[in-house]
């Protein structure tokens, strides 16, 4: 067989993958609502965040001047200075400004936001500390420097600390969520087309001019690119979604990066997970008994997805570091360890390889035992009977 | 020319093949008939790749068969199958690419195959939609689609109605007189008679016996058949070994000439001639010797 034709019909066999189950209308719909919910879910800040257009606030009295620079500091407002309180005063009742901060008082029509109030108070706190400074004949240098605080510094003596905040754990969150399912469904798919073809005997005519590793190949590449188009689908919509409302900068630094890296994690753990689940589908004969041979691998990705959910409450802990290293849970834990937290370069070299490695045995694992197992019919195959078995 | 080899396969504790060898030519279309069991798709698995063979080689042509020649070959297992959940014409011509056409090729082949077996107006169903007739019907486009040189057939007619029949019968003929060997295994021995220029019959995993047709019938016992308008009983005066069938003497080891001249001096002789076995008579002689 040329180096050519090999090639041709895997690609023949993941092309009818795609054609048959990739534009099939179930997967359409699917692969629709998921990016509606994603694309909303991303929306979902901005719009509860309300309209986004700065307070307007009057100003008067002594601090005015001091506020104003802390105000503006601040951003998000649109100042107005007043020379008497009076008017300050006149201008929140005739709605030309939301509030007015003028000789210690803070006017409004029907009191003001919590975040606002927040906000000008510690506007108010600062400014008057340095109008009292002022006029007790500070220069303005010492005032700057008596006011300069270093903000806390946070060190963690437990190692299993790192609490990350609620941002971080979402977004941790939601891409161990995405790739749990994002290797569940295609790994349930493989498994059940490849014993529909051995059930439906299909099989016998496919050998004849196809070797089983391009069967099983071109199955495996067939589902990943569909699973990979989805996923691809997702995340440019979440993050577009997110640029486009202005929230992109608002999330955690790498999160962007975090995504993107995601998608070549998964690349990793789909191969592992992928072929073995084409592998063990071939024991069986029937749709029914695919779930007993699925079983192993639908618990350790499982056993995966806990991990990486119990992992975001504790990044930095040991736990952390082994699940994320080790094969193949590290499929799903490093890709959400590395959203919520800095890992050591040498941490990601390792879990790459070893997931790589990994997934080059299931490789071999799986298109053996399909090989092996895949003509056979009858009642269940055992694991072990296939690995005797002469190919 | 596709040669079989001295096959030897067992299963377990089963032989299932001892020492197996058949020959097609060009042109040739060879009939595989035997018991259940008796080794036929087993046979026709190893000729195909799909099986291994414990021992013994598959010859096309002169050289061991390679996978890119049995691409061109078309294969019809005992077990048919379809993906249930493709259309009719994407699935014929998706075996047509598998086999190595481009795919305008398919498109074009799966289309006039459709067409012949009068799918038409299906091809953009799902298979699983068909009657269980017109997927046989699909399965024949699909192990033919490919216009193949060389055909294995694994029970090609069980299960077909009366025109599919006739297409697949046509399509065995055309195909061996383009130079194609032919082999098709079948248990509808009229079939065989019909379409069959050489006979295999297999039992057990061992070839009992094989030729043309011609052949097998002449090496059977030949039996004469005489009838004659009478009142007298003739046994006695006929030589050789004289059994009654209904009204008619059926003589064996005897001088026909002698027999001749017996009844037509007894009466008036309405039938004269040496009886012709059917293929079904050899077979079961074959298998029971």
Redesign the interface.
Known sequence: MTENSRLRGLMLVAGREIRVRGLSKSNLISLIVTVVIVGILAALPSLIGGDESDDRIGLAGDTAPAMQAQLEAMGGFNITVYDTTAEAEQAVEDETVDAAVADGSLYSLNGVGNELEVKLDAAWQTAAVQTNLSQAGLTDQEIATALTVQPLKFETLEGDGGVSSMLDYFTGLIISIIMFMMLMTPVQYIAMGVVEEKSSRIVEILLTSLKPWQLLGGKVIGLGVISLVNLIAMVAVGLGVSAATGMLSDLPEGTTSAAISSIGWWLIAFALFGTLAGGVGSLVSRQEESGSVLTPLIMSLTLSYLGAIFLLNAPTSTFAEVLSIVPPFSGIAMPTRMAITEVPAWQIGLSGVLLALAAAGALALGSQLYKRSVLYTGSRMKLTEALRRAA | MLEIKDLHKRFGDTVALDGVSLTAAPGEVVGFVGANGAGKTTTM?IA?????ADSGEIVYNGAPL???Q??R?G???S????????KTG?QVA??G????MTKAEAKRSAAELLEQLNLTDRMGDFVQDLSLGNQQRVQLA??LVHDPEVLVLDEPFSGLDPLAVDVMGTALKDRAAAGAPVIFSSHQLDLIERLCDSVVIIGNGRIIASGTVEELKDKEVKQLRISVETAEDLTARFTGTVTRDGDDYLIEDGDDQEALRIAAAAGRVTRFAYDQPTIAEIFREAVTR
């Open positions: 698995r195909m790749g799909v099986l291994a390679g996978v890119e049995r691409r070959f294969y019809m297992p077990e048919r199958g379809l993906y249930p959940k493709m994407e998706y075996f690419e598998l086999h190595g699909v192990s």
